[in-house]
């Protein structure tokens, strides 16, 4: 059979009927539906196509152990967002994006200890419990976090200037579920522009700004994991987030307290900024 514009999309979803894994063939053949679709509907010239071709090149080039070029990609599109949304949690707290910059293990802390490894100015302190969508505590769940400076960066964007692990932590709750903290309030930042992301939001006039936040991933035995941020209330870009991310149960108020009960249970001179955060996990389907 020819190969033209009318045979062609039938032509390749029949190229992958044999393919073993109906989930894989599901997928193919679909993808060559709406990426042909796509092409009908753009006529993209071949010297669009080899600069589409290029782009995408350049994306792969950039990634390295500490940088994820194809997942800023994705965050910028909003597709990200899409899948973290389509897999979410039906109740319970919401998911957003990993991000770019969940490129290095966290380090176990102990519950209380700081995350910041440089001596921030400003005192802050994170609290929280783990629960299920029902209300009960879950012990030894797992927390990790990260988070970047109060001047917008990560440890993987500043080896030579923050220490490795600066910013991060993975904590253990306690036996009501609890989780604490200490750390910097972080800053608004850009998304790393130095590439070819970077470039296609220059040349679409998009601000490549994110609000200030707390990344978390909360898991226990038997509950759905969860990925989602603590947007600080009142961020600057917090309704124009370049990766598409906010929503509005997650914005939590970082607030400066004089209390010095909690001062002194959470092991810091007042006054200080504190931020609770809550998460509710959903209890996984048995079959």
């Not at 519950?111 to 302190?125: K, P, T, Y």
């Amino acid at each position: 059979m020819d190969f033209t514009v009318d045979t062609a999309t039938a032509a390749v979803e029949a190229s992958f009927d044999a393919t073993p894994d109906p989930r894989l063939r599901e997928i193919l053949q679909s993808l060559t539906r709406h990426l042909h679709g796509f092409v009908r509907e753009t006529s993209p010239s071949i010297e669009e196509w080899n600069s589409a071709i290029e782009f995408l090149t350049d994306v792969g080039k950039t990634c390295t152990d500490t940088r994820q070029e194809f997942i800023l990609l994705s965050d910028v599109m909003g597709v990200s967002m899409l899948v973290e949304t389509i897999n979410g949690q039906d109740v319970g707290t919401e998911s957003t994006v990993l991000g770019p910059f969940h490129m290095t293990e966290s380090p176990a802390r102990e519950l209380g200890e700081s995350i910041d490894l440089l001596g921030g100015g400003r005192a802050c302190v994170v609290s929280g419990t783990v629960r299920s969508t029902a209300g009960t505590p879950l012990a030894n769940a797992l927390v990790d976090v990260w988070q970047c400076t109060e001047d917008g960066f990560y440890d993987v964007q500043q080896p030579h200037v923050q220490p490795e692990g600066n910013g991060r932590g993975l904590f253990r709750t306690d036996e009501q579920g609890r989780f604490w903290f200490r750390t910097v309030v972080p800053s608004h930042y850009p998304i790393p522009t130095d590439g070819p992301v970077g470039r296609l939001l220059q040349a679409t006039s998009r601000h490549p700004y994110r609000p200030a936040h707390v990344h978390f991933i909360a898991a226990a035995d038997g509950y759905e994991e969860v990925t989602t941020h603590a947007f600080v209330a009142g961020s600057a870009y917090i309704d124009s987030d370049a990766v598409f991310a906010v929503k509005k149960g997650l914005l939590v108020d970082f607030v400066e307290t004089d209390d010095t009960v909690l001062a002194a249970e959470f092991g810091v001179e007042p006054p200080f900024i504190h931020a609770r955060f809550d998460i509710e996990l959903q209890e996984k389907e048995t079959l």
